[in-house]
């Protein structure tokens, strides 16, 4: 019997980091779905499942990358 599928949240999380992690260590050029897969320990299918395609990937990356520091700012405490 088939394993069953899990696309949950966490591993989405953990694709998004592999993803961003792939970028800087093998730039541009080196950045595939497939060394994505191979990073977070999933399958190509489950990154194409959770993201739609590589673009819907790189999007998201994006987005991440503009959620981060906004992140880091809430845990500030206020000043006058």
Same mark, same amino acid.
């Given at each position: 019997?088939? +394993? &069953? /599928?899990?696309?949950?949240?966490? @591993?989405?999380? /953990?694709? @998004?980091?592999? *993803?961003?992690?792939?970028? &800087?260590? #093998? !730039?541009?050029?080196?950045? =595939? =779905?497939?060394? &994505?897969?191979? *990073?977070?320990?999933?399958? =190509?299918?489950? &990154? ?10 790189? +999007? ?16 500030? #405490?206020?000043? !006058?």
């Amino acid at each position: 019997m088939p +394993r &069953v /599928k899990q696309r949950t949240p966490e @591993l989405r999380e /953990k694709v @998004l980091q592999a *993803a961003m992690d792939t970028l &800087v260590a #093998d !730039g541009v050029t080196g950045f =595939t =779905t497939r060394r &994505v897969a191979q *990073a977070a320990r999933t399958s =190509t299918p489950a &990154v194409y499942e959770l993201f739609g395609d590589r673009a819907g990937l790189v +999007r998201e990356m994006f987005f991440q990358a503009f959620r981060q520091p906004g992140e880091g700012f809430d845990q500030l #405490d206020a000043t !006058g």
